[in-house]
């Protein structure tokens, strides 16, 4: 399996912007497609975002289309969720994934293979 470790969460203003990272290791970066997904206390974790192994393919929730921008550096073994016009709602542990699967169920969290620890974004109003 691949480690992850996540960074960049924050207190943030509503409106402002935050840039989380996600770093690998362990196994080869460009064999998995990556996702971000968020969990609020007592919720399940929701899918967010996802990039495919290239770069060259990306999903969104349809909430967070126009405000989020999921990109990865594969010489780096990163991937970067790019945060802009936040908003309370979007207050959550967020967690970036790894999966060998397909990219057609990468919405669903049981796809992935590998978790990081999470990182806390909290947007105060």
């Known amino acids: 399996q691949v480690q992850l470790v996540e960074s960049g969460g924050g207190l943030v203003q509503a409106g402002g912007s935050l840039r989380l990272s996600c770093v690998a290791s362990?196994?080869?970066?460009?064999?998995?497609?990556m996702g971000w997904f968020r969990q609020a206390p007592g919720k399940e974790r929701v899918f967010v975002a996802a990039i495919n192994w290239s770069g060259s393919n990306t999903l969104y929730e349809e909430f967070v289309k126009g405000r989020f921008t999921i990109t990865r550096d594969n010489a780096r073994n990163k991937v970067y969720l790019q945060m802009d016009k936040l908003e309370p709602e979007h207050t959550a542990g967020y967690y970036c994934g790894a999966s060998s699967r397909s990219w057609d169920f990468l919405t669903q969290f049981k796809q992935f293979d590998s978790w990081g620890q999470g990182t806390q974004v909290t947007v105060s109003s």
């Open positions: 362990g196994r080869i970066f460009n064999n998995y497609h």
